[in-house]
């Protein structure tokens, strides 16, 4: 039973060489991509809400044709039901562009900053940081989870 390092895992050490620059400039490239993942959970969010709210005018269509509307049903049925969002798109396809297009590009770029300057590494920025704030020998302010067995 070895007594665990009381520092971060190798994959969350600098390699040698890289400069406090290097790890704080790839710190803001991972905030970035954080920024745009969070986008990307509301565009889906977007996606879904726009889904919902069109297949409720279904209802609405309906029940304005019961309660004699029928110009006000039958606007609701051609105009709005199943109508575009922005100009020949609906939701999916614009979730599917900014997938394929921004997003894609963004983790490839993010992706390639870390190998080629810290061969692969995740958040450095963060675990020096931790480095630096925790208590060590504190319950809770340990450097990685506590080893089983």
């Known amino acids: 039973m070895g007594q665990q390092a009381d520092g971060p895992d190798e994959q969350h050490q600098r390699p040698p060489g890289v400069s406090d620059e290097t790890v704080a400039a790839l710190g803001k490239l991972s905030e970035a991509l954080e920024c745009v993942e969070r986008a990307r959970g509301h565009l889906y969010s977007l996606h879904q809400l726009i889904g919902h709210a069109d297949l409720m005018l279904d209802d609405a269509v309906e029940q304005f044709r019961a309660a004699g509307h029928q110009q006000l049903a039958e606007r609701l049925d051609t105009e709005l039901r199943g109508r575009n969002v922005i100009a020949g798109r609906w939701t999916f396809q614009i ?54 067995g």
């Open 95 to 148: 979730v599917e562009d900014f997938d394929d297009g921004y997003h894609a590009l963004f983790r490839e770029v993010d992706q390639q900053a870390r190998d080629e300057l810290v061969g692969g590494r995740r958040h450095l920025y963060e675990a020096e940081m931790k480095e630096r704030r925790r208590s060590r020998g504190r319950p809770g302010h340990e450097a990685r989870p506590v080893s089983e």
